[in-house]
Nanobody, 123 residues
Framework: QVQLVESGGGLVQAGGSLRLSCVAS????????MGWFRQAPGKEREFVAA????????YYANSVKGRFTISRDNAKNMVYLQMNSLKPEDTAVYYC????????????????WGQGTQVTVSS
């Protein structure tokens, strides 16, 4: 398994930007697909974005497509989520997750999770 720690959350005004970071422990990071999920108060956790082990494939929820960008740096064991044009409905706890299949196409394959970082977007 891989241990994950998120950072970069905070309070931002609508229309602003934030970049979330997630650092992973372990020497096999480059074999994992990585993803970002979020959970708003009173709602179920939902998929936001994912990136395959090589970075060659990325996937996004329709609600963030064109505004968020996922990327990774395998040399640094890092995955990022650049969030632009933020909206109040983006307010949630954001979680980093790892998928041992390497592909990131199936939500249930994400088996390792970080503790989350709070993102709050004010109107």
């Amino acid at each position: 398994q891989v241990q994950l720690v998120e950072s970069g959350g905070g309070l931002v005004q609508a229309g602003g930007s934030l970049r979330l970071s997630c650092v992973a422990s372990g020497r096999t990071f480059s074999s994992y697909a990585m993803g970002w999920f979020r959970q708003a108060p009173g709602k179920e956790r939902e998929f936001v974005a994912a990136i395959s082990w090589s970075g060659g494939s990325t996937y996004y929820a329709n609600s963030v497509k064109g505004r968020f960008t996922i990327s990774r740096d395998n040399a640094k064991n890092m995955v990022y989520l650049q969030m632009n044009s933020l909206k109040p409905e983006d307010t949630a706890v954001y979680y980093c997750a790892a998928d041992g299949t390497g592909w990131g196409r199936v939500t249930r394959d994400f088996g390792s999770w970080g503790q989350g970082t709070q993102v709050t977007v004010s109107s």
